[in-house]
């Protein structure tokens, strides 16, 4: 069956840092990746997607890569904020129109 | 882009109960999405909307839920007879003006059943 899975522990860093989460999948031939923020009782709000003929996409202190033959991708924040605290969500396309199946989250807090 | 509008924002129901939830896009859209967020849980897929009509669902949706676009605007997702285990967070979305795959969420309305 397609499973994704992310850190399932919370990541602490320190502001200023480099934060770096991690998906990987299996079963899956995706058209493309998405990475998703949601803050606690909020819904999901898209940050990037990335397409599998792409290695990397930037948007602003984000940067999210996808490596197709390991099947994982990874989405960094530089120069993290106490603001970037979050759960952050991976999503994959479930081959067939324009769903989305998520990851479980990997809780991110960022301390001053 | 804006997202949707959900209501209401939090009900409280009785066991077998049926429930309504309703999903207000800002501007008209094809494509829309239920998907719901067990406490704690991941954030699952239940049904896609596209043209009026049910594109594709998941296991979850059963028959005990239905969608419906009753007057062309407003989006709704109804559970027949509620059951303990419907208690989560439904959430509405639309796709992307550019069907480019992005997901708007709406802030979900938080469904308790007793």
């Known amino acids: 069956s397609q499973k994704i899975e992310q850190n399932s522990e919370a990541l602490n860093i320190q502001e200023g840092k480099t934060a770096t989460l991690t998906c990987n999948y299996t079963?899956?031939?995706?058209?493309?990746l998405q990475w998703y923020r949601q803050d606690p009782g909020r819904g999901p709000v898209f940050l990037l997607l990335?397409?599998?003929?792409?290695k990397e996409k930037r948007k602003e202190r984000l940067k999210v890569t996808f490596d197709t033959t390991l099947k994982q991708s990874l989405f960094h924040i530089t120069a993290s904020q106490p603001a970037d605290s979050a759960t952050y969500l991976c999503?994959?396309?479930?081959?067939?129109?324009?769903?989305?199946?998520f990851g479980k989250g990997t809780s991110l807090l960022v301390t001053p | 882009e804006p997202e949707v509008t959900q209501t209401p924002s939090h009900q409280v129901t009785q066991m077998g109960q049926e429930v309504i939830l309703r999903c207000v896009p800002i501007?008209?859209?094809?494509?829309f999405y239920w998907y719901r967020q067990i406490l704690g849980q991941k954030v699952e897929f239940l049904v896609s909307?596209?043209?009026?009509?049910?594109?594709?669902k998941s296991e979850i949706f059963d028959d005990q839920f239905s969608v419906e676009r009753p007057d062309g605007s407003n989006f709704t997702l109804k559970i027949r007879s509620t059951k303990l285990e419907d208690s989560a967070m439904y959430f509405c979305?639309?796709?992307?003006?550019?069907?480019?795959?992005?997901?708007?969420f709406g802030e979900g309305s938080r469904l308790t059943v007793l």
């Open positions: 999503a994959l396309d479930m081959n067939s129109g324009y769903a989305l199946n």
């Open positions: 079963n899956y031939s995706p058209a493309y």
């Open positions: 990335i397409r599998e003929n792409e």
């Open positions: 501007s008209n859209h094809l494509y």
């Open positions: 909307f596209y043209n009026n009509e049910i594109s594709e």
């Open positions: 979305a639309r796709g992307a003006t550019t069907n480019t795959g992005e997901l708007f």
